[in-house]
């Protein structure tokens, strides 16, 4: 069992406790679906094309229409935030009205629906500039509103907005424990998704991988 494996396992055990290995109640730390091992992202990252990035000419975030209507009542960003959190309670609006919810990069804690914020794995930007430019806007919606990959996370604020759009080259979490799961579900999304990687960005994200 990898390093990544053997964090996500324990994760999953003590979550599903409600406590931590000292007995504490501790609240969950968001959990995306199909975050691959390390041994897997390895070997996906391995199949990506190296290139420069595109250019930006034309971007826009309303190019990748987000938050759409999910099941039920529920949006994007409600349904991540009932996943990520803990103790989650809705209204007939499927709004959060109680929670709460750990930042995955920073380890910050919020009890408030309105100040945590959900992040895309992959930035749009950075989607744009490798390959997205040249998508339908129906394939740029289902990228920005991807609930079945590891492509969105509830996280705080400031982690959100320190981390914009940059590459793993240029940003990554500041909890060092998070960053093999980080690293593997970024490269699972270039390559759902065919993007290209730039080279410093290949280097930093086999680097990550490689001390899971």
Not at 10 to 15: E, H, K, M, R, Y
Not at 79 to 102: A, F
């Amino acid at each position: 069992m990898t390093k990544l494996r053997l964090r996500t396992a324990t994760i999953s055990l003590t979550a599903a406790a409600g406590i931590s290995l000292f007995g504490l109640a501790v609240p969950a730390s968001a959990t995306p679906p199909g975050i691959p091992d390390a041994g897997t992202a390895r070997g996906y990252l391995g199949t990506l094309t190296v290139a420069a990035d595109g250019s930006m000419d034309g971007y826009s975030r309303e190019k990748f229409p987000h938050w759409i209507a999910q099941e039920g009542n529920c949006n994007t960003r409600e349904d991540v935030l009932k996943r990520d959190g803990e103790n989650v309670k809705v209204g007939s609006d499927c709004y959060p009205t109680s929670g709460t919810w750990t930042s995955a990069y920073d380890g910050q804690k919020e009890s408030k629906a309105s100040e945590v914020q959900i992040d895309h794995i992959v930035p749009l930007a950075d989607a744009w500039r490798t390959g997205a430019a040249k998508w339908s806007q129906d394939q740029r919606q289902a990228f920005a509103n991807d609930l079945k990959d590891p492509q969105l996370i509830a996280v705080s604020g400031s982690s959100n907005e320190e981390k914009s759009d940059k590459t793993p080259d240029e940003w990554m979490p500041s909890d060092a424990g998070y960053r093999c799961d980080y690293a593997a579900s970024f490269v699972a999304i270039k390559h759902q998704y065919k993007l290209t990687v730039k080279p410093e960005e290949k280097k930093s994200l086999e680097d990550t991988l490689g001390k899971c």
